[in-house]
């Protein structure tokens, strides 16, 4: 049952990992890469927005009623995702101005909400 529920939960954030994607190239931005892993974290989305690379943590919740999801994006979480995209941006040799978004997703898809924080924290 623990399995299945896993498989449930994995297929749900890639759902709305796909929502928010696609929410965020209406808004301008250029899909490069999902659900890069490296040693220590995942990238949920990288993209482009003009000369800038962008890595994107979206964070789901169904409803607001145990906390917001821009709230579970702790300074732990900020190191990992600052150390995964160190990794990503030395595995694929690039040299270019970046920053690191939050998109908070509420709903039930397709009913869902999108609250975008640009430049959410920076590198430390």
Known sequence: ???RNAQTA????ALVERFAANWLQQQ???????NQFVKGGELDLIMKDGDILVFVEV???EN???G???ET???VKQQRLVHAATIYLARHALSCPCRFDILAVTGTPPDISFEWVKAAFDAF
Do not use: E
């Not at 301008?28 to 999902?34: C, P």
């Open 59 to 61: 964070k789901h919740r």
């Open 68 to 70: 917001h999801p821009l």
């Open 1 to 3: 049952m623990a399995n």
């Open 28 to 34: 301008g931005l250029v899909l490069v890469g999902r």
């Open 10 to 13: 994995r297929a749900r954030g």
């Open 64 to 66: 607001c009623h145990h």
């Open 73 to 75: 994006v702790t300074p």
